[in-house]
């Protein structure tokens, strides 16, 4: 008898002490989370108010200054960006029966800074326990996991075969140990896609003849919309597929959940860059990549 009371007050001890652990940990992942939201909003209201101001100014000395103020501003958002995503990572780490884990780790994996994190995410979705992995969300994870991993840098490129604007049947194949392929996920009604297409048809202009090759692939629902624009934006000169007109799964196949994104294959077809919204950083990186391909 005395044997079952220690053995009851041992495990309601120890279970007591788990869940006091885990409210410990929660508290201060909350605590870290609020302050770096509290951070991030403050720094975007100046941020906010210093764009509308460079509407404003004519001064071209106050123009630069407010510029490089902007920049130092957004660097201070992206740094509480990785902090968040840092103390998310602990908490789970630490808590693998965390039920909002997967939802945690689907979008950051589905942004912009997830392309860098894959190993790690999928080492905390592996470390998770058997009934968060099994969840919904959890499911879901896995799935995002392995399309992620077969559309990431150093995979290979999923083959596809699609007709183009002109109906003609285009393969990825056909440009293997021919060209680099850069294939560019946009849609008409994106801004930030076709505030891209001078830059990329600088870089066509400039390359075109020493092997690249771009494949616009849209995700309109509207073909006339699709096609207006890519007259109105005279970005004719390369390849246009249409997802809508194919009936096509790429963008699940290539882990496209939201766009511009940009992905460079190399002439053996493997992924060699991988890009996800529009902006000169990525512009800047595109550029650097292509100089170091095609003029070396």
Excluded at 37 to 64: G, M, N, P, Y
Excluded at 71 to 86: A, H, N, P, R, S
Excluded at 280 to 286: F, Q, T, V
């Amino acid at each position: 008898m005395l044997n079952k009371i220690l053995i009851s007050f041992f495990i309601s001890f120890n279970l007591s002490a788990q869940i006091n652990n885990e409210k410990i940990d929660y508290d201060k992942y909350q605590k870290n989370q609020f302050k770096n939201e509290f951070v991030r909003d403050s720094v975007f209201k100046v941020l906010t108010l210093l764009k509308d101001e460079i509407l404003k100014t004519a001064l071209d000395e106050k123009r630069i200054i407010i510029e490089k103020t902007i920049v130092l501003l957004q660097t201070q958002i992206d740094e509480t960006i990785l902090k968040d995503i840092q103390n998310e990572f602990e908490y789970i780490r630490k808590n693998p029966s965390y039920s909002e884990a997967p939802k945690l780790l689907l979008f950051r994996i589905k942004r912009r800074e997830g392309i860098k994190l894959y190993d790690e995410i999928n080492t905390l979705y592996k470390n998770l326990a058997i009934e968060v992995k099994k969840s919904e969300k959890g499911i879901e994870l896995n799935q995002a996991l392995i399309e992620f991993a077969n559309s990431r840098i150093g995979s290979n490129a999923p083959p596809f075969f699609l007709k183009d604007i002109n109906k003609k049947i285009i393969s990825l194949g056909q440009f293997e140990n021919k060209g680099y392929v850069l294939i560019d996920f946009w849609a008409s009604w994106c801004a930030p896609c076709r505030q891209d297409f001078p830059f990329l048809k600088e870089m066509y202009s400039k390359y075109k003849d020493k092997g690249l090759n771009i494949i616009s692939i849209s995700r309109d629902e509207k073909i006339d919309s699709w096609k207006n624009a890519i007259v109105k934006d005279n970005i004719e000169f390369w390849t246009h597929i249409s997802i809508k007109e194919n009936n096509s799964d790429i963008e699940k196949k290539y882990f496209v959940n939201a766009i511009p994104v940009k992905i460079l294959i190399d002439k053996e077809g493997v992924i060699i860059g991988r890009w996800r919204g529009g902006g000169d950083e990525n512009k800047e990186e595109i550029e650097k990549m292509f100089i170091k391909i095609f003029e070396k």
